[in-house]
Nanobody, 116 residues
């Protein structure tokens, strides 16, 4: 059974940091492109960052220089280190594993709230 389980969300003040984790099971993690998406209330889900199976990364412009995606294939886990958080980063964050064009898996999401 495929599972992606996110953790690490919470409430943080502007300028603070959080590290999200997503641990996978049920598929060969190292074969998959791993991504973090987010969805704020009333908005469409958007790609935040992705990391290829070889470790190449890509970020949405709004988080460049603040967020870092990484993966540990030995632990079947992908991380999102979020620094200098802003209120506009408030959203539910989801992790996704993708291989090819028609095989993808999603986690259940973790809430990140940036507020003073």
């Amino acid at each position: 059974q495929v599972q992606l389980v996110e953790s690490g969300g919470g409430l943080v003040q502007p300028g603070g940091s959080l590290r999200l984790s997503c641990t996978a099971s049920g598929f060969i993690f190292s074969y998959y492109l791993m991504s973090w998406y987010r969805q704020a209330p009333g908005k469409k889900r958007e790609l935040v960052a992705e990391i290829s199976k070889l470790g190449f990364t890509n970020y949405v412009d709004s988080v460049k220089g603040r967020f870092t995606i990484s993966r540990d294939n030995a632990r079947d886990t992908v991380y999102l280190q979020m620094n200098s958080l802003k209120p506009e980063d408030t959203a539910v964050y989801y992790c996704k594993g993708q291989r090819g064009t028609d095989e993808d898996y999603w986690g259940q999401g973790t809430q990140v709230t940036v507020s003073s």
